[in-house]
């Protein structure tokens, strides 16, 4: 079965009230039109977008996806827009029809719609409704579904329907042509209803058979601001739900927000309130996750601890290790097993060695850190002079005292320890103790100064 996804994402999105293409607005970290592409990967078949306003800025978006793209020039209703992608579909291909703006669709449900489908069989996904304003209704006879009316073509009678269109169907692609061909805009919106073709499909003997969701969020589309928010706290909720399952303790699921991929390595993992990761993030085991932290594109070892409001970022966690309160991981920094970064230091583009501690106020910056090294508060790589960025070299078992500067390019010998307050601009030999240090003066006579 060769399948080709038609995505309609032409829309304006007026009610968004937005300069930001509808289906560009984001759950979770995505967009909305790819969340729907990533929800056909596992048909293995071609997507092609239909695209109208903001077309380029849409095709920016997702230049790095596999589609095939169709422009919708004039918005002429949901059967014109599917016109425009039928030159890419073949008289035998399966047709998938997904809309950008309903993006919580599970392939589960999709894979359900395709199988068992043939040339005498349309799969209509359908939702019943306790408030299904706005939706086109189906109409029955002796429970099979012989049309598709919309909410301002509806009799009073078929009003109170309440199981409703979602829009979405599978069907040979031959049949569709044929019906797509015949369809008129005689109704109140001068539009070309897709729905127009179930009531085709009946005329000609094409059974339509109905296929529901497991919640009715999957079908939601979005128009507002206020709608894509409802949808994103579903999904953070169900994501939530998906990380307990497999093995985490969330202090609050409420208060979670997951905006790319979370892997748990291992079990265990406590996750505390507040907590933002974007990207790929990838948690061992035991790992525990403080209040108000956000960690992006970063992997964590086993047993390591994330203390309150910490910033990861494009970085490497060991196993065993501790971060924060208040730390920044900036990208490129590596810690390995059992290291420490304590409150306010920053650390960028460095390897900080197996159990060296940089615990408190400082700065490291395109550093290399060896095993066992002890950085004292306030120390300081002076790393850019203010065109190029210079290494600093620090190996094994090296102490460095408080408020100590490192002036880059240098290097402290193995077991060197620098005093309190040096200024380090050349190399520190191995176990040797360094100190740059103005002479201290006490003045006896000296008078503090006093206001008149």
């Known amino acids: 079965m060769n399948i080709k996804t038609i995505i309609l994402a032409a829309g304006k999105g007026t009610r968004m009230k937005s300069n930001k293409a509808k289906v560009l607005h984001q759950i979770a970290g995505k967009s909305m039109l790819q969340l729907v592409v990533e929800s056909v990967d596992d048909l293995a078949g071609d997507v092609i977008v239909v695209y109208g ?6 095709q920016q978006a997702l230049q790095g996806l596999d589609i095939t793209w169709a422009e919708q020039n004039e918005q002429l209703g949901t059967g014109h827009a599917v016109q425009q992608a039928m030159p ?7 047709v998938l029809i997904l809309y950008g703006d309903v993006p919580l669709i599970k392939p589960d449900t999709l894979k359900k719609m395709i199988s068992g489908l043939d040339s005498k069989t349309l799969s209509l996904l359908t939702v019943k409704l306790s408030d ?3 939706y086109g209704r189906i109409v029955r006879s002796n429970d099979n579904i012989c049309k598709i009316v919309e909410q301002k073509d509806a009799t009073k009678e078929e009003q109170l329907i309440n199981e409703v269109n979602t829009g979405m169907m599978a069907v040979n692609g031959g049949l569709l042509a044929g019906w797509l061909s015949s369809l008129k805009n005689d109704n109140t919106q001068n539009e070309y209803y897709l ?9 000609d003997g094409v059974q339509v058979k109905a296929f529901h969701p497991e919640d009715e969020y999957e079908v939601q589309g979005v128009n507002s601001k206020s709608q894509l928010n409802q949808l994103e706290r579903h999904y953070q909720t169900e994501l939530a739900e998906r990380l307990m399952d497999d093995g985490a303790t969330l202090a609050d699921k409420s208060r979670l927000d997951v905006r790319g991929n979370l892997q748990l ?3 265990d993992t ?11 993030v990838s948690l061992g085991e035991n790992v525990i996750i403080g209040p108000n932290c956000v960690i992006k594109n970063a992997v964590i070892g086993s047993n390591t601890v ?3 409001n910490s910033v990861l970022e494009d970085c490497m966690v060991g196993n065993d290790c501790n971060v924060g309160p208040f730390a920044r991981l900036r990208p490129g920094t590596k810690l390995a097993n059992g290291a420490m970064v304590g409150n306010f230091v920053e650390v960028k583009k460095s390897m900080v060695g197996e159990g060296s501690k940089i615990s408190h106020l400082s700065y490291i910056g395109d550093a290399e850190i060896g095993k066992g090294v002890n950085i004292g508060a306030g120390t300081i790589t002076c790393n850019y002079d203010g065109v190029n960025k210079f290494k600093t070299v620090i190996e094994d078992g090296a102490f460095i005292g408080s408020g100590t500067q490192l002036v880059a390019p240098v290097t402290v010998g193995k077991n060197a320890t620098l005093g309190a307050g040096t200024t380090l601009s050349k190399d520190a030999p191995g176990d040797t103790l360094t100190v740059t240090r103005a002479k201290q003066l006490t003045l006896k006579s000296w008078k503090k100064p006093t206001k008149e």
């Open 265 to 267: 390595k291992g079990l």
């Open 306 to 308: 994330i203390k309150a």
């Open 132 to 134: 299904p304003s706005g």
């Open 88 to 94: 890419q579909v073949k008289q035998d291909d399966t």
């Open 270 to 280: 406590f996750i505390d309130i507040n907590n933002v990761f974007e990207g790929d």
């Open 195 to 203: 729905t127009d073709v179930i009531e085709m499909a009946v005329n």
């Open 53 to 58: 306003h903001d077309g380029e800025q849409v």
